[in-house]
């Protein structure tokens, strides 16, 4: 899974006991832990640390597209670190929009006293920060945050109230006060002058629409789906696939099959037999790809069982039932594969019926509420606006009312 965690101030040195609280919160992801201690900072991640005189690179992921910068930057790196820091020397930021993968790092730059921390374009790593007494701290977990002796645990109400509506909490907040998660395509840029936020790359300014035939949309469209696919596969390992049997886990099985050079395991739930399932499908599939399928009932007892453990692992709260089972399937594929992929993001992508409501009412609509679109996706999703109060006390309700 990997982690990645620092701490980094100009003003302060901090106890090196601290290492061992960020490794002990994040040791269940990953399999050993590199640090880095200096004067200014505090580096820990699962992969080696890159490091020279005058640069550190914290990382966390993988680069995709690590090829196309050897050949086209002329760089000959061993490890994203490693390309990170030669980058970084050759261009500063403005190889970030080039990067594609699932990535958090950080670079610490001793010349100019600055640490820029930058998350991936899609958000596929999380990573939380605070920024207090002119130090900043960041960590893949909250739980690492708040191991720090001056982090105070108060609940954000603002972030209470956006979960009772949106079922997750948008934005930056979180349900803590002071922890901030780093947004998608965003770096923080911190230095002897404080902090400050950036955007690096925007989906809609990248988006090419010289692309007229329906041909070419098909042709380019297939192209991407495998490339998206055959970028996420590991040389020579076993690869998982959470394949429910519906239209996007189906195909991104079938192109993981097609790609990996042995069977792919594959893997679907059920509920038991009083329940309904989706099983007819996604066996048909599995049998169709060849996969190495596996079928997994999860009981009530299994919800009981992990679900202080399910809670643990969520830095905000998800009210998506689908992460339980998500969980334990995880836990099951987990033992033979570090690689899963599954059909999460197609909805967004392609339309499907979750939006349907929402962009019907952006295309035929002519009402200028700025607010139409919210009240479309809260009908959609049949909010319980009318029990919501009977899950708070009196006091906290009073509170978020005001």
Known sequence: MGAIAGLVSFKNRYDKTQIDKFKNVLAHRMSKANQLFTENILFIQEQEIYTNQDIKINFDGNIYNFKHFERKYEIKAQSPSELIFH???????????????????????????????????????????????????????????????????????????????????????????????????????????????????????????????EEELKSKLNYLLNDSVKSRLPEDENVGVFLSGGIDSSLVAALAQIHNKQPINTYSVHFGKDYPNELYYSSMVAEHIKSNHQIIEIKPKNFLNDMFDIIKCLDDPIGDPITVPNFLMAKVASQNNRIILNGEGGDPCFGGPKNTSMILSNIYSNSNDDLEIEKYYLKSYKKCYDIIPSFFSEYLLSDLKN
């Open 87 to 213: 980058l970084y020397q050759k261009l500063g930021k403005s190889f970030f929009q080039e990067l594609e993968g699932s990535f958090v790092f950080a670079i610490y730059d001793d010349l100019q006293k600055k640490v820029i921390l930058v998350r991936d374009q899609l958000g596929e790593k999380a990573v939380y920060y605070n920024y207090k007494n002119h130090r900043l701290a960041y960590a893949s977990e909250i739980k690492a945050i708040l191991t720090l002796s001056d982090i105070k645990r108060e609940v954000n109400l603002g972030s209470m109230e956006k979960y009772f509506i949106f079922s997750y909490v948008p934005g930056e907040e979180t349900m803590l006060k002071d922890v901030y998660e780093l947004l998608p395509a965003c770096y923080i840029e911190f230095n002897q002058d404080g902090i400050t936020k950036k955007q690096y790359w925007d989906l809609l300014a990248d988006i090419n629409n010289k692309i007229t035939s």
